[in-house]
């Protein structure tokens, strides 16, 4: 079985700063990382996923995740944020290829990202 | 392109009564999932089916059933509905054989039993 841990429930952040938004996970059997946006009243968008290969990881909307093995992580950053971005974003984890829980989502409790002007 | 296809988008019901949700996946997807959202909660997963078999089986109740038809359309049923069913209720379809691990959700069913 999986979890994910967000560690921030709630992120407020002005324009056009950066931002950081944590995402732990633990696992005992390899896994596919994600990260989706939902904004308010509307369903889930992926942002970006990891799969294998290159740990750093570019997603839409100027987004980007590094998966960090030994940490167990996969936060998720943007350099400069914009009103647009006010959201909450759901990091997700799921059995990797071979497993049998394939497509399985197991979702962390979301963080609100609030960009002020 | 065509997206994932839920109806209805909201729905209102007595303690009691019996909802039907539909879902139409993405043309060629052949696996569609069930996931529930509360209030300020994050999606959890439900049920899902792969070439129209139950495949994984997640935290749904006793009352609700759920099936995939010929068509690859799902449908999930919820009977007796609960205060604590009101919920956003997802679907989501992907093409396993491509092996991406990606999931692509539709809008979304509110449900609000009264």
């Known amino acids: 079985a999986q979890s994910v841990t967000q560690l921030d429930s709630q992120v407020p952040v002005f324009e056009e700063a950066p931002v950081e938004l944590r995402c732990n996970y633990s696992?005992?059997?390899?896994?596919?990382l994600f990260w989706y946006v939902q904004y308010p009243n509307q369903g889930l968008q992926l942002l970006l996923k990891?799969?294998?290969?290159?740990?750093l990881v570019k997603g839409i909307n100027g987004f980007e995740a590094e998966f960090n093995k030994s940490q167990t992580s996969f936060h998720l950053r943007k350099p400069s944020v914009h009103i647009s971005d006010t959201a909450e974003y759901f990091c997700?984890?799921?059995?990797?290829?071979?497993?049998?829980?394939?497509?399985?989502?197991?979702f962390g409790q979301g963080t609100i990202l609030t960009v002020h002007p | 392109a065509a997206g994932v296809i839920q109806s209805p988008r909201h729905l209102i019901k007595e303690k009691r009564e019996t909802a039907t949700l539909k879902c139409y996946p993405i043309?060629?997807?052949?696996?569609v999932y069930w996931y529930q959202q509360g209030p300020g909660q994050d999606p959890q997963f439900l049920i899902s089916?792969?070439?129209?078999?139950?495949?994984d089986k997640g935290s749904i109740p006793d009352r609700f059933s759920a099936q995939q038809f010929s068509d690859y359309h799902s449908e999930l049923n919820m009977s007796s509905l609960e205060l604590g069913d009101s919920a956003l209720y997802f679907c989501?379809?992907?093409?396993?054989?491509?092996?991406?691990?990606?999931?692509?959700f539709g809008e979304g069913s509110r449900l609000t039993v009264l």
């Open positions: 997700a984890v799921s059995e990797g290829a071979g497993g049998t829980s394939y497509g399985k989502l197991t």
């Open positions: 696992s005992s059997v390899s896994v596919y």
């Open positions: 990891y799969l294998s290969g290159s740990t």
């Open positions: 089916f792969y070439e129209k078999m139950q495949s």
């Open positions: 989501a379809s992907s093409f396993r054989r491509a092996n991406t691990g990606e999931l692509f």
């Open positions: 043309p060629r997807h052949d696996t």
